[in-house]
């Protein structure tokens, strides 16, 4: 089965401008996670999805960060407004339950994004 | 949240060489995780650790667990070019992952 796929695989834009950022879990996971890695902070937690339940969106940096997930599966991160210290790697994971302890998150390749 | 140390750093050592890197915390883990990242790729999860004073090996990787759960260390015999990566250590509540900042290990042949 394919694992964790995220698109674009790089994306370049000019500050200010809105940027999507799509990511499909492996099939039959019902966690999914976003996280965040550039060089001075590491790899920092945004936010996850599990099932139904409303999203805890408590390690998104500002309100331009918004994330959705339809249909339980593909999610959309969307960065309004992009300033300079939006770039970084977005990485997207899933794992089979995230209220399991310990459960194993597959992630992505990321998405490098560049503002310029 | 749990804040994770890792040290070293960096790391640069010749093929065939031992190493020993380390994760700790000033608080106790529910349980740890290792991964490694290679450059382009997401991270990979190498072991979970949950009990003090677990032992757990991965081939050429030991990865132990502190007896008071509040550190790590991750032991590389005779290190190969392929082991050259991040290192990050996670912990987490409710499956949101705390990381820490890697360890960058570099193989030289």
């Known amino acids: 089965g394919a694992g964790v796929s995220q698109s674009p695989s790089n994306k370049v834009t000019e500050k200010g401008k809105d940027v999507e950022l799509r990511c499909d879990p492996i099939?039959?996971?019902?966690?999914l996670y976003w996280y965040r890695q550039s060089l001075g902070q590491g790899l920092e937690f945004l936010i996850y999805f599990q099932g139904n339940s409303a999203p805890d969106k408590s390690g998104l940096p500002s309100d331009r960060f918004s994330a959705e997930r339809t249909g339980g599966s593909v999610s959309t991160l969307t960065i309004q407004r992009t300033q300079q210290e939006d770039s970084a790697v977005y990485l997207c994971?899933?794992?089979?339950?995230?209220?399991?302890?310990?459960?194993?998150?597959?992630f992505g390749p990321g998405t490098r994004l560049l503002v310029l | 949240t749990q804040l994770l140390e890792q040290s070293p750093q960096f790391l640069s050592i010749q093929e065939g060489e031992n190493l020993t890197v380390y994760c700790n915390s000033s608080?106790?883990?529910?349980?740890l995780q290792w991964y490694r990242q290679e450059p382009g790729e997401g991270p990979v999860l190498l072991v979970t650790?949950?009990?003090?004073?677990e032992v757990k090996k991965l081939k050429r990787l030991t990865f132990q667990f502190g007896d008071a759960r509040k550190d790590s260390s991750l032991h590389i015999t005779a290190a190969q070019t392929g082991d050259t990566g991040l290192y990050l250590c996670g912990t987490g509540a409710n499956s949101k992952l705390t990381f820490g900042k890697g360890i960058t290990l570099s193989v030289r042949p």
């Open positions: 994971a899933s794992s089979l339950n995230a209220r399991t302890l310990g459960e194993t998150q597959y």
């Open positions: 099939s039959g996971h019902t966690a």
């Open positions: 650790v949950v009990t003090g004073g």
């Open positions: 608080s106790v883990f529910s349980s």
